[in-house]
């Protein structure tokens, strides 16, 4: 089981940066896929980013490349994205999400924190 509890977000100009962290509970977080999602209005959810295990590897939506950055501590139970150059339409709820390294659907899901771009 894991709670997952994100916070960071904000209100930016485009071209502006925010960071966005999710806190992590229980002890096996190292066994977890760390994934950022978001939804605009109107929108479905769609995926931003994902981080393994230990960091190495990452996947980023052809959106967001070049702009957002995740990384996580494994020590601190934290996952993080720094988001940079943002545009308006980066404007959604983002989710922070987990799901264990041998399956491939997120179980765990925040909250959610608002990101609104304007410009």
């Known amino acids: 089981q894991v709670q997952l509890v994100e916070s960071g977000g904000g209100l930016v100009q485009a071209g502006g940066s925010l960071r966005l962290s999710c806190a992590a509970s229980?002890?096996?977080?190292?066994?977890?896929?760390m994934g950022w999602f978001r939804q605009a209005p109107g929108k479905e959810r769609e995926f931003v980013v994902d981080?393994?295990?230990?960091?190495?590897?990452?996947y980023y939506a052809d959106s967001v490349k070049g702009r957002f950055t995740i990384s996580r501590d494994n020590a601190k139970n934290t996952v993080n994205l720094q988001m940079n150059n943002l545009k308006p339409e980066d404007t959604a709820v983002y989710y922070c999400?987990?799901?264990?390294?041998?399956?491939?659907?997120?179980?765990?899901w925040g909250q959610g924190t608002q990101v609104t771009v304007s410009s």
């Open positions: 229980g002890r096996t977080f190292s066994s977890y896929v």
């Open positions: 999400a987990a799901k264990l390294v041998s399956t491939k659907v997120y179980r765990y």
């Open positions: 981080i393994n295990w230990s960091g190495g590897t990452t």
